[in-house]
């Protein structure tokens, strides 16, 4: 049962390019969060997606940022117009159908995509 | 993978009793960090210890740190309904790499 994955790990990217960062979840998770973490500090949350669906969005740039999670495929977090300031490690979480009556909330977190702008 | 491992898996206690969860790690770390996640979104950074702290405070958050038996242990203290979470440690070693363990569920009773 392999876990998370994203991929890439690593992408170098020039100011001004767009950078795609991909996760597949869990089999059988139908839930993603997407978080950036900069140097030294804690994750912040971007988005919460459902397949097809964007639950949450609250913690998204408004601008050039973009995810999706398609009903096929995995989860795709795209940065348009790359800037310095957007050099981060960018995690990816999966979970599954959330069962409230047993109050499943386990993450199951990916390694990460660290984005580099040049 | 992920490294830290929260125990208990589950807790339940009265509103105004503390809450303490522990996290185990393997590797050196850089930090530890804690984090909470409420029912349906994503998770909310707490707090963030250096491997050369012991302890840290936040409001009624008490977080330590023991690198030689590498553990760690949130304790919550006069909790609340609305603590109700899933608490998830991390840790992020030298090379930045960061892993999660799987958390925690608190459920504080009113």
């Known amino acids: 049962n392999a876990g998370v994955m994203q991929n890439p790990r690593h992408l170098v990217r020039r100011r001004g390019q767009e950078a795609r960062l991909r996760c597949s979840p869990m089999?059988?998770?139908?839930?993603v969060y997407w978080y950036r973490q900069l140097p030294e500090e804690g994750l912040k949350f971007m988005v919460y997606?459902?397949?097809?669906?964007?639950?949450?969005e609250s913690g998204m740039p408004k601008e050039r940022f973009s995810a999706e999670f398609p009903k096929e495929g995995p989860s795709i977090l795209r940065i348009q117009q790359v800037v310095r300031g957007d050099s981060a490690a960018y995690f990816c979480?999966?979970?599954?159908?959330?069962?409230?009556?047993?109050?499943?909330?386990?993450?199951?977190f990916g390694p990460g995509t660290r984005l580099l702008v040049l | 993978s992920q490294q830290g491992e929260e125990d208990p898996q589950a807790l339940s206690i009265q509103e105004g009793e503390n809450a303490t969860m522990n996290c185990s790690y393997k590797?050196?770390?850089?930090?530890l960090q804690w984090y909470r996640q409420n029912s349906g979104r994503g998770l909310v950074h707490l707090i963030l210890?250096?491997?050369?702290?012991r302890e840290k405070h936040s409001g009624r958050l008490r977080v330590t740190l023991d690198t030689s038996k590498k553990s760690s242990s949130l304790l919550i203290t006069a909790s609340r309904a609305a603590d109700t979470a899933s608490y998830f440690c991390?840790?992020?070693?030298?090379?930045?790499?960061?892993?999660f363990g799987a958390g925690t569920r608190l459920t504080v009773k009113p």
């Open positions: 979480a999966s979970s599954p159908l959330q069962d409230r009556a047993r109050y499943q909330e386990t993450q199951y």
């Open positions: 089999k059988g998770h139908s839930h």
């Open positions: 997606l459902q397949k097809e669906n964007i639950i949450d």
């Open positions: 590797t050196s770390i850089n930090n």
């Open positions: 210890i250096r491997s050369n702290e």
């Open positions: 991390a840790t992020v070693n030298i090379l930045n790499d960061m892993r």
